[in-house]
């Protein structure tokens, strides 16, 4: 096997909460007897877009000897993902959902929460 970067889940510290499943595009990560998972390797290409809404700091990227990653199966789950009714995660100042923005991670005050591209400016200059 390839050593090759892959997200690493602590499941010491995960609580469940499930924030970093929509995030994963290729629907590499699903909760699994509460506790977040990397269910399928080969879905995982290591970007580490779940990592920043991780409110308690479970989530990291490892390099190791891993499957490789599989692009064509990833794109085929990117599909199926983009069917998923992930109408909970919204920009927290605004409302709007990823239909209608761009929305990125932030931590602000200790909470994981998502903002729209509209709304980062108020962000950074107030
Ligand atoms: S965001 Fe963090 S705490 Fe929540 S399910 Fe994922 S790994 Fe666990």
């Known amino acids: 096997m390839p050593k090759r970067k892959i997200v690493k889940i602590d499941e ?22 509460g506790k977040a998972k990397v269910i ?12 920043g809404v991780c409110p308690v700091g479970a989530l990291s990227i490892e390099e190791r000897d891993v ?9 085929k789950n990117k599909k199926l993902t983009k069917e998923k009714d992930f109408s909970e995660i919204t920009c927290f100042s605004c409302g709007r ?23 980062i400016p108020r962000l950074i200059h107030g």
């Not at 959902?97 to 709304?119: Q, T, Y």
Request: with cysteine; glycine share 10%; aromatic share 6%.
């Open 40 to 51: 399928r390797e080969e879905l995982c290409d290591g970007a580490g877009f779940c990592l």
């Open 12 to 33: 010491d510290l995960c609580i469940g909460c499930g924030k970093c499943v929509a995030p994963c595009a290729e629907g590499a990560i699903q909760i699994v007897n």
């Open 67 to 75: 499957v490789p990653f599989n692009e064509e199966e990833a794109e």
């Open 97 to 119: 959902d990823d239909k209608n923005a761009a929305l990125f991670p932030v931590r602000i005050k200790g909470d994981s929460l998502w903002v729209c591209a509209k709304c």
